[in-house]
């Protein structure tokens, strides 16, 4: 558009640096790093009880919620036998349910099968250091940790989840360089345009196209926007009911505000931070804003 049609362009990028995801990833691995740090680090120690017996407990926790066809209880020298017999569709290649076609589902199984078969060896056997030990179980001590201390940490830490979404960007910007893409004129984050994003909520709201929740969040309100004689699902119509896509965008927050939503279809745009999120103020309440959610 510049070199050809000789357009004067300000490339401007938006870096949406506080979603969901890196939410709880950087939050969980806060947590280890502390739990090491806490528990001799990750050096060439062996592995002490007190490690071993958190590592357990995840384990527990993690088959409870992540292969719940296994027994309660089952312990990590049973795991083997019992997994495959609560699971050998899935091992097999096949749909967990009979006459299924395999996809997503099964997927994330063998994943998680994957995981704790790891955790499960690493535990019978713990005489590596406590570096390797760590490499073999993080995958079940992350979400571990995090359900037990997630919500103990300061919503005002907002520099726990910075330094991922960082990392994440240099990354971005590292593989845009090396495919030739230009570097933006300007980068705007999220996280740095509060302000003015409570100030553009609380216009679509005096607008009539936003209300608030009881929990304190705000959500788009499509229908009287479409009644407002606008178009909403114009560019992409075959995703406007999309369930899935709705899930994906929403997070966390989609199951746990359906049904103070005036219709399903509607979307949040500022997110009410539940213990161990980071928040900024608001006239709603101590939240973020969302702009991940925006399904047709």
Same mark, same amino acid.
């Given at each position: 558009?510049?070199?050809?049609?000789?357009?004067?362009?300000?490339?401007?990028?938006?870096?949406?640096?506080?979603?969901?995801?890196?939410?709880?990833?950087?939050?969980?691995?806060?947590?280890?790093?502390?739990?090491?740090?806490?528990?001799?680090?990750?050096?060439?120690?062996?592995?002490?009880?007190?490690?071993?017996?958190?590592?357990?407990?995840?384990?527990?926790?993690?088959?409870?919620?992540?292969?719940?066809?296994?027994?309660?209880?089952?312990?990590?020298? $049973?795991?083997?036998? *019992?997994?495959?017999? !609560?699971?050998?569709?899935? /091992?097999?290649?096949?749909?967990?349910?009979?006459? %299924? @076609?395999?996809?997503?589902?099964?997927?994330?199984?063998?994943?998680?099968?994957?995981?704790? $078969?790891?955790?499960? *060896?690493?535990?019978? !056997?713990?005489?590596?250091? /406590?570096?390797?030990?760590?490499?073999?179980?993080? %995958? @079940?001590?992350?979400?571990?940790?995090?359900?037990?201390?997630?919500?103990?940490?300061?919503?005002?830490?907002?520099?726990?989840?910075?330094?991922?979404?960082?990392?994440?960007?240099?990354?971005?910007?590292?593989?845009?360089?090396?495919?030739?893409?230009?570097?933006?004129?300007?980068?705007?984050?999220?996280?740095?345009?509060?302000?003015?994003?409570?100030?553009?909520?609380?216009?679509?709201?005096?607008?009539?196209?936003?209300?608030?929740?009881?929990?304190?969040?705000?959500?788009?309100?499509?229908?009287?926007?479409?009644?407002?004689?606008?178009?909403?699902?114009?560019?992409?119509?075959?995703?406007?009911?999309?369930?899935?896509?709705?899930?994906?965008?929403?997070?966390?927050?989609?199951?746990?505000?359906?049904?103070?939503?005036?219709?399903?279809?509607?979307?949040?745009?500022?997110?009410?931070?539940?213990?161990?999120?980071?928040?900024?103020?608001?006239?709603?309440?101590?939240?973020?804003?969302?702009?991940?959610?925006?399904?047709?």
């Amino acid at each position: 558009m510049r070199d050809y049609f000789g357009f004067q362009i300000k490339f401007v990028l938006n870096i949406t640096d506080i979603d969901d995801k890196i939410i709880l990833r950087a939050r969980q691995q806060h947590l280890l790093v502390r739990f090491k740090e806490d528990h001799g680090g990750q050096g060439d120690s062996p592995v002490s009880r007190p490690v071993l017996d958190t590592t357990l407990a995840a384990f527990s926790w993690y088959i409870q919620h992540k292969l719940p066809l296994l027994e309660p209880g089952t312990e990590p020298r $049973t795991f083997g036998t *019992k997994v495959f017999e !609560a699971y050998q569709r899935v /091992l097999d290649g096949s749909a967990l349910r009979e006459g %299924d @076609v395999p996809g997503e589902n099964e997927a994330k199984l063998r994943m998680s099968i994957t995981t704790a $078969t790891s955790a499960a *060896k690493a535990i019978l !056997a713990p005489v590596t250091t /406590l570096s390797e030990f760590y490499k073999q179980t993080e %995958d @079940v001590l992350l979400p571990y940790l995090d359900a037990i201390h997630g919500s103990s940490i300061d919503p005002q830490s907002h520099g726990i989840f910075a330094s991922l979404a960082k990392k994440y960007e240099t990354r971005f910007f590292e593989d845009m360089e090396r495919l030739n893409v230009l570097t933006p004129d300007v980068v705007t984050r999220v996280s740095e345009y509060m302000e003015q994003m409570v100030s553009f909520v609380e216009k679509i709201i005096s607008n009539g196209f936003g209300y608030t929740t009881s929990d304190g969040s705000v959500y788009f309100d499509i229908d009287a926007f479409e009644k407002a004689g606008h178009f909403y699902a114009r560019l992409e119509p075959w995703n406007r009911n999309d369930k899935q896509l709705q899930a994906d965008g929403e997070g966390a927050l989609s199951k746990a505000t359906a049904a103070l939503k005036r219709n399903d279809s509607d979307f949040a745009l500022w997110k009410a931070s539940k213990p161990g999120e980071p928040s900024w103020p608001s006239p709603w309440s101590s939240g973020r804003p969302d702009g991940t959610s925006n399904v047709p």
